[in-house]
Every structure is written in C-alpha cells, then in structure tokens.
C-alpha cells in the first residue's frame, strides 16, 4: 500500500509548540508529513527562511517520518510535487477558520483531490501564536515557553 504523505505548510517564523502538537497530530494520521516553509519573498520575517529551516530540523533530527523543505509558489502545487494527498492547517478559533475556509476553497478549485483536513490546535497550546512571540521577544521578554523543548530562538536569530 503507498504511504499517506501530508504537508504541513505555514510561515513558522517561528515554529511553536502550537506546531509542533498539530505535527504529532498529523503523525498519528498520516505515514508521513512534509513541512513547508513557505517562501514569501514580500514578507520580511523574523527569522531567515533559512534558520526556520533550520529551527525545525534541529527539532526532529531524530525523526525518520517528517521532513523539512522550503518552498515558493502554490501550497497546492508543492503538495503535488511532494505527492501528498492532505494539507494540514490548524484552527484555534473562528478567525482562523474564517481564513481557512477561503485558503481551502482556493487550493480545492486548483487540486480538487488533494484533501485539506484541518486540525484543532489541542487546547494547552491554542493560544499560542508566532506573531505572540515575535511581538514578546520584541519587547526583550523570553518566549522559551512558546517554543518547543531543547529549541532556543537566540541560536536562530
Ligand atoms: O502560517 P501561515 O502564515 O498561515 O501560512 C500561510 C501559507 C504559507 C500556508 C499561505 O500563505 C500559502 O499557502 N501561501 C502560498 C500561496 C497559496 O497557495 N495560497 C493559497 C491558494 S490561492
């Protein structure tokens, strides 16, 4: 039977714990799960692509089942490329849903059988957001609960 690979695409500037309980999620659906950093050159962040990449590899090194690439253009199009048949998107309350709602009817109309499925960020972490910590850390605060265990956002700056 062929693997069922999703991609988990977002902006990750930077990768929370939010993410990364929606990425446990994932692995308990899915055989594998790509996640995409979307590369929107209009968009300065925080992070370079390059470190939020590195951010999240640091993070699972030890895992066989997910992988990590940074991609530009359509989140249906990679989809295709990496041969998945989900996208994953977190909700955590009704204004994300309000964006994804239209998020998914887009990709849907483009790649009618590729699957969005939309999981709720779990409740602990639901208010955790990487613009929260963006602004925290602008104002020099630590944010070392909002990201993953064993991550330090100073070593990705
Ligand atoms: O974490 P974010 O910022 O909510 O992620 C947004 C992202 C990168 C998933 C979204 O902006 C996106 O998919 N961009 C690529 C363009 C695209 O495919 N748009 C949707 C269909 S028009």
């Known amino acids: 039977m062929s693997k069922k690979i999703a ?4 902006s990750f500037d930077p990768f929370t714990r939010g993410h990364e309980a929606l990425v446990s999620e994932t692995l308990r659906l899915f055989d594998k799960v790509v996640i995409g ?9 925080l992070l370079t692509v390059e470190n939020r990449q590195r951010l999240i590899e640091d993070l699972y090194r030890d ?13 249906g ?9 989900a996208i994953i998107r977190g909700v955590r309350n009704t204004t994300d849903f309000e ?6 009817a887009a990709n849907h109309r483009l790649h009618p059988d590729i699957i969005t499925v939309m999981l709720f960020t779990p409740a602990p972490v639901a208010d955790i957001s990487s613009s929260t910590v963006r602004e925290i850390l602008a104002y ?6 909002f990201m993953p265990d064993k991550i330090s956002i100073k070593n990705y700056l």
């Open 63 to 75: 895992e066989s089942r997910i992988e990590v690439k940074v991609y530009s253009g359509l989140t």
């Open 37 to 45: 950093i979307g590369n929107n050159s209009a968009k300065a962040g």
């Open 99 to 104: 964006y994804e709602r239209t998020m998914e």
């Open 7 to 10: 991609i988990f695409p977002g």
């Open 140 to 145: 020099g605060r630590p944010v070392d609960e």
């Open 77 to 85: 199009d990679f989809a295709r490329a990496e041969g998945a048949c």
